[in-house]
Structure formats: C-alpha cells, structure tokens
C-alpha cells in the first residue's frame, strides 16, 4: 500500500520524498483533495505537525514531517539503497551536500524569493545579502561540478535529489539564465538532472525564469487590531479569503499573466527618438563632441527623459580589476529590461584598485522608471543623482561621461562600458 504525503502536487519539498520514492521503487502518493492552507490547518492535520506546514508523510508507525527527514526515510524503505552512496565516507558526503543544499542553496533562494512574492517583508539590502551568500554558495557547487557529474560518486544520490528539488524553485521562479549562466556547471547539471525520467515524472517540464518577479507590495504591515468575535458572514467570507491564498501558494509559481502595457509607452510622445541617439552614439567615428555630443543635446528633451550620475557605494570593495568589470557587466545584462527606455555609460575608473564606478543613465519620464528600480536589484547599490542640465559644470560632465574621456576626474580609466 502507497504511503500518503500530504501536499499540493507543486511543492518542490514534496518531490523530494516522490522523486526518491521513483529512484527507490516505493509508493508514494499525494493525499487526495488536499488544499494548501486549509487542509494543514486542521486540528487534525496539526496533530501530524504541531507547525502546520507541508509536507507530511503518514507511515504506519505515524507520522513524519520536514521534507528531507521524509526524503531520508523513505530511501531507507530500500534496503542497501544506492541513494545512500556504498561507503560511510559516500553516506558522510551525501548528508553533507544536503545540508549544504538546506542552509546555503534552499534558505538563500527563499530570502531573495519569498519577500518578492508578498511573504515577509521586502528590504533591498537584506535581498543584496541573500544574493552574495547564494551566489558564493552556487559558486562552491559550481566548483565542485567543474569535475565531479554527481554531488557524491557516480550516479544520483539523495544528496542530488535534494539538491535538485530545492534549485528547482529557484530556476523557475528567480533565477534567470543570466544570473545562472554565472555558474555553467550548475546549469549543466541542473538541466541534466531535471530531464532524467524519474525526476521529469513529477517536477513535468521546468521552464527558467524569464525575470525577477516584481515585488509584490510595498506596502508597510498595519498593527493588527484585537481580534473581534466574527459574525457568520463575515468567516464565510474569511474561509473563502484562505481558499483562494490557499490557491495561490498551491501555485506556487504563478501562472504566465498578460503583459501589461509598460507605463513608460503610456508618456507623452517626445521628440526625443531613444534609438536614434543610439544610432547616433554608434556611428560617429570621428569628431566625437561636434557631431555626437552637439547632437545630443540638440535632442535632448528634459521632458520625456532625464539624465542621472550614479556613484557605486562599495567602491572599497572594487580591489579586483576584473571582478570590477564583470560586477559592471552584470549590472548591464540586467538593465536588459530596460533596453527600449534607456541609455547609460558605466565608467571604471582608476590605474589599480580599489576602483571607482561612477555611471551615466538617460532614462524615459523625468524620474528614474519605477520597475527598473523594482526589478534590477543593482540599483540599490549605487547613490542616483538626477543631473541639473542649467548647470554647466554638471553638462560638462555628462559630455565626459559619454565620450569616455579620459583622464576622468583626473584619474585614468580600466574601461568604459555603454548600454544601448
Ligand atoms: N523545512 C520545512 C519547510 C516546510 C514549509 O515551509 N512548507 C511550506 C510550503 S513549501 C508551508 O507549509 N507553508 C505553510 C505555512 O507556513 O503555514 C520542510 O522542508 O518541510
């Protein structure tokens, strides 16, 4: 007889215990009608875990919660399983990697994710921070990927399945080609992993995140009042209210919606044309202040653009030339949502380091637009000053920024980047 786990059939936990039921030949199956915020908050289902959450497996000597405990358990139904590795020193390596996999990979996605989503509160400096330590532990994978197929020996252990269901959200939800194409052996391996049958069975076809979701609201929690006792209508209306969140975390990743129309196309027309500035910036070869700077300005409409200067605020921490100009490089592939609406000249300046990058942007609307502020989260780590096109000193440095002249500032350049 299956064993039952109580999820919906998205949760990347529980494919952790499917997943290895597949590789193990164990049944295992969902609870049937199960409804994510209902179901676990049965007096019932709390008597299974005291904490409410999924998933749950119920065994015939009771039950078990924490979805990698159930993973373990259930690979352990297979006598001698290959999951386990065939040595202590494979076993130690495997419980290794899925540790890893938990406070490195899987807390790390979810501290970047969840607070996107509407679920804890959105601070940009404690998302810069999620991002560093994921991105340093996706480096250490990547490392170990460079020569090794599998985490642990020669084939799929627990340590990959693990590792498997919890990059998984990740891809799909957050992790976009080019923030992973950082860390090529990881994409190999992930994809790799993800497209074999037993994995393929339950995760179905995983599509990457094309975007970083937009955060959901930004809007300060208000102090709760004291509760009141409910009139029937009123935890009717509230069962519904839990039904329909219910829905939406059972989701988990939300469905493709219709692209709305992006607010900047919504502005008055300008007479400023954004590609044929480009154009312009692009050909001219030759007399670079008479022909493309003159031609800038005699475009430049103050109303349907602004200019911005940007200062990066770690400048200390730029002690690696060419750590610098991939930071750079980065920033720019990121600012690719923003390629119709947007003009910038990114300047590393300095014979050695630690290096300074100071930048210039020409942005559609007279403010910086709110969704790149939103979704490129580079933006929080530079001071943004909107430049005052009466003064001249400042023109001047705008005319300086966009030909790359050098010396800047007094100080030569490591390189000069555009994003056009
Ligand atoms: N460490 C737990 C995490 C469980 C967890 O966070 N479950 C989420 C769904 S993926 C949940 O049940 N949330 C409902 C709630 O917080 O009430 C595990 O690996 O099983």
């Known amino acids: ?39 676990n908050k049965t007096p019932e289902f709390l008597k299974k875990n005291p904490i409410g959450k999924v998933p749950v497996l119920e065994t015939p000597d009771g039950p078990i919660f924490e979805s990698n405990a159930i993973a373990r358990y259930v690979a352990r139904l297979k006598p001698d399983n290959h999951l386990y590795g065939s040595s202590l020193i494979d076993y130690g390596h495997i419980e290794q990697w899925i540790d890893f ?39 250490a994978l990547n490392s170990h990927l460079a020569s090794n197929t599998y985490l642990v020996g020669h084939g799929v252990t627990l340590a990959d399945i693990i590792m498997i269901c919890n990059l998984s959200i990740g891809f799909k939800a957050i992790m976009t080609m080019t923030f992973t194409s950082q860390f090529p052996h990881v994409e190999r391996y992930f994809w790799t992993l993800v497209n074999q049958p037993n994995f393929q069975k339950i995760l179905g076809d995983v599509k990457q995140a094309e975007s970083i979701p937009a ?5 300060p929690a208000q102090a709760k009042e ?41 502005l008055p027309t300008s007479k400023m044309i954004l590609d044929d500035w480009k154009r312009l910036y692009s050909n001219t070869k030759t007399n670079f202040r008479e022909v493309a700077i003159k031609g800038f300005w005699d475009m430049y409409d103050p109303e349907g653009y602004s200019l911005w200067f940007c200062n990066y605020k770690y400048n200390d921490e730029n002690t690696v030339s060419f750590v610098t100009l991939n930071k750079v490089s980065g920033f720019l592939q990121r600012m690719d949502l923003a390629r119709k609406y947007a003009f ?24 910086i637009p709110q969704y790149v502020l939103d979704e490129c989260y580079d933006m929080e780590l530079y001071e943004w000053t909107k430049v005052d096109i009466n003064d001249e000193a400042q023109k001047e440095r705008v005319n300086q920024m966009i030909e790359d002249a050098e010396p800047f500032e007094g100080e030569s350049l490591l390189d000069a980047k555009c994003f056009k």
Do not use: C, H, Q
């Not at 109580?6 to 409804?35: I, P, R």
């Not at 938990?102 to 991002?131: M, S």
């Open 215 to 219: 955060v959901a609201s930004k809007k």
């Open 226 to 266: 004291p509760a009141k006792p409910k009139a029937k209508e009123e935890s009717k209306k509230e069962v519904k209210k839990e039904e329909s969140k219910a829905k939406e975390v059972a989701a988990e990743e939300e469905a493709p919606k219709p692209k709305a129309k992006n607010p900047l196309d919504l």
């Open 344 to 367: 910038g000249k990114m300047l590393i300046i300095g014979s050695e380091g630690p290096f300074k990058v100071k930048g210039l942007w020409l942005f559609r609307g007279t403010e």
């Open 101 to 139: 996999s938990a406070t490195e990979i899987d807390a790390n996605i979810g501290r970047w994710l969840y607070p996107r989503f509407g679920y804890g509160l959105y601070l940009p400096p404690a998302e810069e921070v999620a991002i560093t330590a994921l991105k340093r532990a996706l480096e």
């Open 1 to 39: 007889m299956a064993l039952v786990l109580y999820a919906s059939n998205t949760n990347k936990n529980a494919f952790k215990a499917l997943v290895t039921a597949e590789y193990s030949g164990v049944k295992v199956e969902l609870a049937k009608d199960f409804v994510m915020g209902v179901s």
